[in-house]
């Protein structure tokens, strides 16, 4: 079946500038995770939905960043006001139930500011 | 303290050999741990889930020493295709994981 996916696969932007990540996650999983991975480094959490609530936003950086999940399916990543050191992969990964400890990865989106 | 750390390697072995990772994690209410495999510009795999125990699938087998609160992950008969970066991944409490930085391993021919 299909897996997590992502679009856009890269994104090129300007510093200052405004951008919309989006994930699909497996057909009813119903827990959904951000996470940001930067060069040479481990994936690092920002957030987590459970249905179309944010469950834990904890590791979302400060608040020029925002995620929604209005239907309980795809959820936007929003960066506002993007910087240089935004520049990374943004990965996103769904389970099946919270609990369920298996999370699948979608393929990232590789975010580059100038 | 960051919550889970391993040597980032890289580790460069020959075809056949045996190769160990190990990593260590900061929180002692720390409840699963995993191994996950990474290829280059690809998202992160799991390979294993890690028990105490100690489990093996095929040529691995990962450890949890819950008192030293460490783990570690062994790869015997290295194939080439197990190139990869190994991260180890710890979840504690709440649904998100904490990943180490990943332990490069390049099997030569």
């Known amino acids: 079946g299909a897996g997590v996916s992502q679009t856009p696969s890269n994104k090129v932007t300007e510093k200052g500038k405004y951008v919309e990540l989006r994930c699909d996650p497996i057909?009813?999983?119903?827990?959904l995770y951000w996470y940001r991975q930067s060069l040479g480094q481990g994936p690092e959490f920002l957030i987590y939905?459970?249905?179309?609530?944010?469950?834990?936003d904890s590791g979302l950086p400060n608040d020029r960043f925002f995620a929604v999940r209005p239907e309980g399916s795809v959820s936007t990543l929003k960066i506002q006001r993007t910087e240089r050191g935004d520049s990374a992969v943004y990965l996103c990964?769904?389970?099946?139930?919270?609990?369920?400890?298996?999370?699948?990865f979608g393929p990232g989106t590789r975010l580059l500011v100038l | 303290r960051k919550e889970v750390e391993q040597d980032p390697g890289p580790f460069n072995v020959p075809e056949g050999a045996t190769v160990a990772f190990n990593c260590t994690y900061s929180?002692?209410?720390?409840?699963?741990f995993f191994w996950y495999r990474q290829d280059c510009r690809k998202e992160p795999k799991l390979l294993m889930s890690?028990?105490?125990s100690g489990n093996e699938d095929g040529r691995f087998t990962a450890q949890l020493n819950r008192a030293s609160q460490y783990i570690s992950l062994l790869i015997r008969d290295s194939k080439l295709s197990d190139s990869a970066t190994y991260l180890c991944?710890?979840?504690?409490?709440?649904?998100?994981?904490?990943f180490g930085t990943g332990t490069r391993l390049t099997v030569i021919p």
């Open positions: 990964a769904s389970s099946l139930t919270p609990d369920q400890e298996t999370q699948y």
């Open positions: 057909s009813g999983h119903t827990a």
């Open positions: 939905f459970q249905g179309t609530g944010a469950a834990d």
């Open positions: 929180n002692s209410a720390s409840q699963s």
């Open positions: 890690v028990y105490s």
């Open positions: 991944v710890v979840k504690t409490g709440a649904n998100n994981l904490f």
